[in-house]
């Protein structure tokens, strides 16, 4: 699978698999989108394979930033997210909110 790399409402999506081949692309994709933009976006949580070397790559970018510039992203693993849903929706949290 390729990777999609679309901008939502300011938002830079990335959709697919990253492979480390690549990863010097995207830092250099990055890197020309900070230049142009004080403040980035990007949602990696709908990127499968490689998730982690790319959420890795974004927090190297982060800490390299000057303090005029900010880099936010976030993605999660999507079992994280159904424990996550599962938590939220069980019935013990409905009585500790009231």
Known sequence: MSL?????????CIKGEVQA???SELRNY???ALKFEN??????????RGQTLLLFLLQQIKD????DKSLIF????ESNVK???????????YYQAA
């Open 64 to 67: 390299e930033l000057t303090i």
């Open 74 to 77: 976030f993605g999660k693993p």
């Open 30 to 32: 990055v890197i020309t």
């Open 4 to 12: 999609e790399i679309n901008s939502i409402d300011g938002v830079i």
């Open 21 to 23: 081949s690549r990863l």
């Open 83 to 93: 424990k996550l849903y599962q938590e939220l929706n069980s019935p013990a949290n």
């Open 39 to 48: 403040r980035l976006v990007v949602n990696v949580s709908q990127v499968g």
